[in-house]
Every structure is written in C-alpha cells, then in structure tokens.
C-alpha cells in the first residue's frame, strides 16, 4: 500500500467537503490505510463523495485511490483489495429529502405528541429506497436524479403507486403536480432499474375496478415491476382535523382477500409468477389462516409487512429441535396484538412438542394505546404501553422480558415513543433485552442465551 500526502493548499477542485467518518471497523482496509472515526472521506478514485451511495458505489473497486482528511491535512492512500469487500467505514447517512405529497393516510399526520423528531419528517428520498428499502412516489426527483439512479443502477427502487389513473392519483397524494407514473417507471426499468411496488388501499377510493386497472397496467410492466404489494389503509387514533376515511372490516378483508388471489391466479397464467401480494395484515383483520410458504415467492417484500408471520411460522417449526430444554428463566415475549395469537400457538407446539413440565416461553400481547386500538403490529409497540401491560400482568419475577429488535430504532434501545428497553427495566423491575425479530436467530438465542437446563429432553412430535 502506497501512501502519500498533500497540504491543504493543494489542488482541490471538484473536491466536496466529503462525509463525516462515524466509526471504521478495525482490520479493515479503511482501518489498515489510516482512516479513523473523525476524518473526513474525500474522493475515491478521483470522484468526490455525495453520499454514503457514492461511498457504496465507488468502493467496489480492486485498487482504489483514497483521498481523505485527518485534522488539516489531506491524505491520499493506494490499496489493493477484493472488490466485494468493503472498506469498512461508516458514515452518516444522507439529509432526507422532503415529500410534497400530502396522502389523507400519511402516518406521520397521524403521530401522537412525544415521539423521536425524525417520525415527523415526510420522507421521499430515492437514496433511502435504495438503501433502505423506504418507498417512494417519485413525485419530487429532478433530471440530475435520474441520471445518477441509471448511471449507478441505484437498483431495487421502492414505489409507492396506489393507483395508476392519473387524477385519481394525484387526489390521493393531494398533488395536482404528480406526474403519470407510468412513464417514469418505464424509463426506470428501460435503464436496468428493477422495482417493486405498492398500493395503499382505501376502501371506496383505490379498490374494485381502480385496482384492477393498476394491477393491469403494473404488470405490463413484468418483469421490470417485479412485485406488487396490496397494503391496507393505517389509521391511527390521532387524525385531528384529518378528513374520516373508512376502516377496513373483517368482511372488507375477506372480500379483499378473494380479490388479490383473483389477481394472483391472473399473473401466474400470465408470466408464471405470483406478482401480485396481500400484506399480513389483511389475514389478521379477516381471521384466516396464513398460505405456505411457497404462495410467497423469493419474499420480494418482506419489509413491507408481506409474508412476515408465514416466516416466523416456518422458521420456528424448522428450528424448533435446536431449543430441546426447559429454560431456566422464563422468557416472556412481548408483541403486539395482531402477532400474538400466531405465537401462542406456536409456544403451545413447542409446549407439547417437548412434553414441558411448566411455561418457561410467555407471551405478552401488548394493547396500543399510544396510536390506538387500530394499531395492532409489533413494530409500533410503545415502551408506555408495554410498561403498563406488564404492571397488569401477572409475571414470575424473575423473568426476562424479550422486546423483538423491529420495534427499536435502529441498532439502538429506543422504541417509538422515546422510550428505552432500560426505561422499561427500571419501570418494571424486569430485566429486558432485546431479541431477534426470526424465529430462526431468537432460538438460538435463546439457547445460547439463556441456556436450557437439560439437553436431554427429546421432542416427541
């Protein structure tokens, strides 16, 4: 590795002021060059850094030609190293871009008082969809925007399409200026963008013949459109002075279901694949039973709620024999509503699956009065809300209350209404932690963990 450097008063022209280094793994190449939490990252290989995109993008490089500040001075470093292997450097992600929407179903308009700052930003950002799979209208990208996403495959792409009628369209997002999203999703595919889509139903607004219409258009666009998720409208408790939009019923749901297995039978006929899916939620609302698997494809929206519980169901069966003993502590499992009838049953498989003398697996379903009883998913579980629920129950004392991982911001403690898994625990008095949100990760937890008493016990099923 061939290192050198140069005085501030160099030539730095087209050089930005470069991303702010947060940590740098140790060992790493980034690590290895210099580089420390503090300094400035400039360019790689001539092309001065955006964003933590161009950071990605530029890194995938087998020699690379790094420019970085440390205190007042530049660096440049030369290093060999795999393409597929990452420089090790983090940075801040990018500032969000705002949405000019103004969609009668934004949750944000929806939010309590008391919660973090950033749940109140109106995001529609391209970069967040690509990294972190947020969805988007494509309502507010310029011309340089599109460039940079074709130019750097900035693929998969999220879209938020809820209807494909262009007036329609623009009332739902409240955008007299929407452009007819057809034609930007065709010029995205047309440039090897791949993207996967949704429709945020309302009923009596985007349904019947209106989601027939946008499913027909959606996939003439298969393969480029690769999937299509049907998500049924949130509606929170706190909409003052937001217009009254209908709940959806559990007959609502079951009609809805029929619909989208319709449209489902239609696009296998057509290209072989499901393309069309129902987000979990409709299966809680209607109470019926979950499909397998397979109904599900390469799970192209997993994140978007679609297929999450028919996982967990999957994963837990699968791996159900690594956890064999009774655990010496019991673990008490907090979810929300909607979630919790499918644990239970799950546990009680275990239960007699392992012939168990006594619970040592206790699922606490958590009622959320922050949002409001319409709010049923895990993820928006308020720590307020779980500390009451359990002054409520009755609980051995020396349990662990387990908050799954998806309901904290980010790799941190804080759940959405401000509050911390250590708040929980000295509200309580029970000790608390954080557990993986799969099946298939939180069992091995469990038994590396919180290791079982005997691992002799045999399961019988």
């Not at 299509?228 to 559990?250: C, E, F, W």
Request: charged share 25%; proline share 7%; hydrophobic share 40%.
């Amino acid at each position: 590795m061939d290192i050198k450097t140069m005085s501030e008063n160099g030539d730095r022209s087209g050089v930005l002021n470069g991303l702010l280094i947060q940590a740098v793994i140790e060992d790493s190449p980034g690590w290895d060059a210099g580089i420390r939490k503090g300094d400035r990252l400039l360019a790689l290989n001539g092309f001065p850094l955006r964003d933590l995109i161009d950071l990605e993008f530029y890194q995938a490089e087998s020699e690379i030609l790094i420019e970085y500040r440390s205190g007042e001075e530049v660096i440049q470093v030369i290093l060999e190293k795999d393409p597929d292997e990452s420089l090790g450097i983090a940075v801040d992600p990018p500032p969000i871009k705002r949405c000019p929407n103004d969609c009668e179903f934004c949750f944000v308009d929806q939010m309590p008082a008391g919660a973090r700052k950033s749940l109140y930003i109106r995001d529609e950002d391209y970069r967040y969809s690509f990294l972190y799979g947020n969805f988007i209208t494509l309502t507010n990208l310029s011309e340089k925007d599109y460039l940079r996403i074709l130019d750097q495959k900035l693929s998969p792409l999220y879209i938020s399409v809820h209807a494909t009628p262009l007036d329609l369209r623009r009332k739902i997002l409240k955008n007299e200026k929407a452009p007819d999203i057809l034609p930007l999703l065709k010029r995205l595919i047309d440039g090897g963008i791949t993207l996967h889509t949704q429709i945020v139903l309302t009923p009596e607004v985007n349904d019947g013949e209106v989601l027939d219409k946008s499913w027909e258009d959606l996939m003439s666009l298969y393969p480029g459109v690769e999937s299509l998720a049907i998500v049924p409208v949130g509606l929170t408790s706190h909409r003052r002075s937001l217009p009254d939009l209908p709940l959806i019923n559990q007959n609502f749901a079951k009609e809805m279901l029929k619909n989208i297995s319709r449209l489902q039978k239609a696009s296998f006929e057509r290209v072989n694949d499901t393309f069309v899916y129902p987000a979990d939620e409709w299966y809680v609302i209607a109470d019926k039973p979950f499909p397998g698997i397979s109904r599900y494809g390469s799970l192209p929206q997993l994140g978007n709620g679609v297929g999450l519980v028919p996982l967990f169901q999957r994963q837990w069966k699968r791996s159900l024999r690594s956890l064999k003993g009774k655990i010496e502590r019991p673990l008490v499992l907090v979810t929300g509503m909607a979630f919790a009838p499918y644990l239970e049953k799950l546990v009680e498989l275990r239960e007699n699956s392992l012939q168990l003398p006594g619970r040592d697996l206790i699922v606490l379903k958590v009622p959320n009065d922050y949002f409001g009883h319409s709010v049923t998913v895990a993820g928006l579980m308020a720590a307020r809300d779980i500390i009451s629920t359990i002054r409520k129950a009755k609980l051995p004392r020396h349990a662990i209350l387990c908050v799954p991982d998806i309901c904290l911001k980010d790799d941190s403690d804080i759940l959405i209404d401000d509050g911390t898994l250590e708040g929980i625990e000295e509200e309580t008095g029970y000790e608390t932690v954080s557990v993986p949100s799969s099946a298939t990760e939180f069992l091995r937890w469990a038994k590396t963990e919180r290791a079982p008493v005997s691992e002799k016990m045999e399961i019988v099923m």
